[in-house]
C-alpha cells in the first residue's frame, strides 16, 4: 500500500506561482510512476503531467505546457508540480496519483494510489 500526502496548493492571483508537493510513503518510491492530475466540478479527472521511476521522463498536457513541471526527488519520496503563470481556468482540485510500475501513465485507470487531493484557485 502507498500513501500520498498532497501540500502546497492554495489562492494565488492570476499569473502567480505556486509548487505542489505530494510525499509518499509505503513502496520504494523509485518504482513508482507518478503523476498529477485535476478534476473541476461534474468533469473527469485530467492528466496533468507525469514522471517516470528512475529516468525522470515526463508527459504534460498540452494545456500546461510549458507553465507547469514535474520533477522527482527519489531521496525524499517527494514529486513536485511547479506552476508558474497560472490561470483562472486552472482552478480546480489536483490530485497526486502513483502507480505500480515505474513508467510514464497518461490515463487515471493506470494509476493505483491517489491522494486526498489540494484546492488550487487562480484569481483573475
Known amino acids: 500500500q502507498v500513501q500520498l500526502v498532497e501540500s502546497g496548493g492554495g489562492l494565488v492571483q492570476a499569473g502567480g506561482s505556486l509548487r505542489l508537493s505530494c510525499a509518499a510513503s509505503g513502496r520504494t518510491f523509485s518504482s513508482l510512476g507518478m503523476g498529477w492530475f485535476r478534476q473541476a466540478p461534474g468533469k473527469e479527472r485530467e492528466i496533468v503531467a507525469g514522471i517516470s521511476g528512475i529516468v525522470g521522463g515526463t508527459f504534460y498536457a498540452d494545456s500546461v505546457k510549458g507553465r507547469f513541471t514535474i520533477s522527482r526527488d527519489n531521496a525524499k519520496n517527494t514529486v513536485y508540480l511547479q506552476m508558474i503563470n497560472l490561470e483562472p481556468g486552472d482552478t480546480t482540485v489536483y490530485y497526486c496519483?502513483?502507480?505500480?510500475?515505474?513508467?510514464?501513465?497518461?490515463?487515471?485507470?493506470?494509476?493505483?494510489?491517489w491522494g486526498q487531493g489540494t484546492q488550487v484557485t487562480v484569481s483573475s
Open positions: 496519483a502513483a502507480a505500480r510500475t515505474a513508467a510514464v501513465y497518461r490515463s487515471p485507470n493506470e494509476y493505483n494510489y
